[in-house]
């Protein structure tokens, strides 16, 4: 299985911070200095965003957002994680040991905004088949790359032993998402949860 794309040089694939990020800085406007970890820098679109918000970020590249033992040495007792893409990838063991990663990296009552993909995206049931949950597309700027896809109810399984949800709810994300990893093919009837949810 390959990784997934990392974020571009070129500034004309950068868009406006993600929706996700925007709650959270709303969430902490009153409290400046507030330690946030990022899973997945991307682009950088959401990490200039929440230090221009006087937020003090540890942000993990793309290729290290990916691995549990990554998260692990980021720290711990932060107050939220924003994660708009890197936990979208991946098979849904390895989802598991990554919620389990987040969790401990967060203290007691801090927040999760994060995206999973949805069983209702077009791209679920395409490409190779990892396991009940999972495809790798098997072309694109994401091929070989597996994709984790949820309904409600094994989302909130995912979820639910570390955390409890704020908000759950499917959005299409054909002009949110990061053109920087999708420049092959661009997203049609692409489908993502939008997750908040508190540190249990």
Same mark, same amino acid.
């Given at each position: ?13 950068i ?5 996700l ?25 959401? %990490? ?6 006087? #937020? ?6 793309? @290729? /290290? +957002?990916? !691995?549990?033992? $990554? ?15 890197? %936990?979208?990838?991946?098979d849904?063991?390895? #989802? ?6 987040? @969790? /401990? +990296?967060? !203290?007691?009552? $801090? ?41 409600e109810?094994?989302l ?45």
């Open positions: 299985m390959r990784e997934a794309p990392h974020s571009p040089e070129h500034a004309d694939t868009a406006a911070a993600h929706p990020a925007r709650a959270l800085i709303e969430r902490f406007r009153g409290e400046p200095g507030a330690r946030i970890l990022e899973i997945g820098t991307g682009s950088g679109r959401n %990490l200039r965003a929440l230090q221009a918000a006087g #937020l003090s970020v540890n942000s993990l590249d793309d @290729a /290290r +957002a990916a !691995r549990p033992d $990554a998260i692990g040495a980021a720290g711990d007792d932060f107050a939220a994680a924003l994660s708009t893409h890197a %936990l979208l990838h991946g849904s063991n390895s #989802l598991k040991e990554m919620m389990s990663a987040v @969790a /401990r +990296a967060l !203290r007691s009552g $801090a927040f999760l905004y994060a995206t999973f993909g949805s069983s209702r995206d077009a791209r679920f049931g395409r490409g190779e088949r990892v396991d009940d949950l999972t495809f790798a597309p098997s072309e694109g700027d994401e091929r070989g790359v597996p994709h984790a896809y949820y309904d109810q094994r909130r399984a995912l979820l639910e032993p570390y955390f409890e949800i704020e908000s759950l709810g499917e959005h299409n994300v054909d002009r949110v998402a990061g053109s920087w990893a999708h420049r092959e093919e661009t997203l049609a009837g692409a489908i993502h949860w939008f997750a908040i949810a508190r540190r249990r």
